[in-house]
């Protein structure tokens, strides 16, 4: 039945649109068979070196690893509140939501609970419930959490590294814990949860062109450094790039690799997609429900795209101009 569907949107195409398909599946294949080809070979990233601390690159690191408290004082919670008292805020336009920005009438009450409500030493508390670290690596101050099982005399211990995104931190991965160090069926793992440099309490990079492969790097140190020679990792966001980057760098070391954020470099086969979807989606593994999803492409796909990422924009180019805006602003 499928297959009928598609002759017969095939042949209800104008004989150009029909030449354009033959001709792009005819390509296709040849350039598809050379690229599996290609893709059957192992494919791994050089580890590479670095140096991101101030400065110049010593003769030898420091490289103890040393427990860390979260802390906060009276001081800073009083410095805090009163730049928040200080705080001006621009009206929005009338009834423009949130499709200029975050609106400020309801940020004021974010704002209002923020001062006024959100007790920061319970918070303090709860971050300091499982146990912190930093070590220095490539000249960074890497933070990180190290949880192990509590009964694991009898269980087999999986070392497993989680790394988060953006606008994320190891914050975001507290919930799971309990389930990850718990025994289950005789497994259980021992959580290894770095911050990104420049994320939570990881020292920031003082070089320019800090990136995916340069943290990958330093994650794969930190878990030599820690004792693992084989491992897990699970990443999302920019966590899911790092974790894929490690994978491609030591494949021999990282023994399992799971992501929440998939991401596809293979830009010819979705370049096919797009110009065949619309007429023969099933032809490039779509069914109705994607084409009528996805297509028209460039007004419900890039357009969406363009309207919602000016932020990743101005990080992209300009990073310096948030960076020093967000400090001195209470909000």
């Known amino acids: 039945k499928q297959t009928q569907e598609i002759l017969d949107s095939f042949f209800g195409l104008e004989p150009v649109q029909q030449q354009l398909i033959i001709g792009s599946v005819v ?31 010593p003769a ?19 410095d805090l509140q009163d730049r928040i008292d200080r705080t001006r805020f621009a009206e929005p336009l009338e009834q423009s939501g949130f499709q200029y920005g975050f609106n400020s009438t ?3 009450r974010v704002v209002s609970y923020w001062r ?28 990180f959490l190290h949880v192990r099982p509590s009964h694991a005399s009898s269980q087999k211990v999986l070392p497993l590294m989680l790394v988060h995104g953006w606008p994320g931190s190891f914050y975001e991965f507290y919930k799971i814990l309990p389930l990850l160090t718990k025994n289950h069926e005789g497994i259980t793992f021992e959580v290894i949860i770095p911050s990104i440099p420049g994320y939570g309490y990881s020292e920031a990079s003082h070089k320019q062109g800090l990136d995916s492969l340069a943290v990958a790097r330093i994650f794969l140190k930190l878990m030599e450094r820690l004792g693992f020679s084989e491992f897990y990792v699970q990443g999302g966001d920019w966590g899911s790039l790092i974790t894929t980057n490690m994978s491609q760098m030591k494949p021999e070391c990282v023994k399992g690799l799971h992501l929440n954020m998939c991401m596809s470099m293979r830009g010819f086969k979705i370049l096919l997609s797009l110009i065949i979807g619309p007429y023969l989606p099933f ?26 990422s000016g932020y990743m924009h101005i990080q992209a180019t300009k990073p310096d101009t948030a960076g020093e805006k967000i400090p001195k602003n209470s909000c």
């Not at 420091?62 to 906060?72: G, H, M």
């Not at 069914?287 to 028209?296: G, H, K, M, N, S």
């Open 27 to 57: 390509a296709a294949t040849g350039i598809l068979a050379f690229f599996a080809h290609r893709s059957s070979k192992v494919k791994t990233i050089p580890l590479g070196e670095g140096w991101w601390g101030a400065g110049q690159k």
């Open 60 to 78: 030898s690191e420091d490289e103890a690893i040393r427990p860390f408290t979260i802390q906060t004082s009276d001081q800073e919670i009083k």
């Open 283 to 308: 032809l490039v593994g779509l069914t109705r429900e994607d084409a009528r999803r996805l297509f028209p492409f460039f007004k419900k796909n890039v357009w969406e795209i363009l309207k919602e």
């Open 116 to 143: 006024n409500e959100y007790d920061w030493k319970k918070q303090v508390a709860v971050l300091n419930t499982y146990p912190h670290f930093k070590t220095k690596i490539e000249g960074l101050d890497v933070h």
């Open 106 to 108: 309801y940020l004021r």
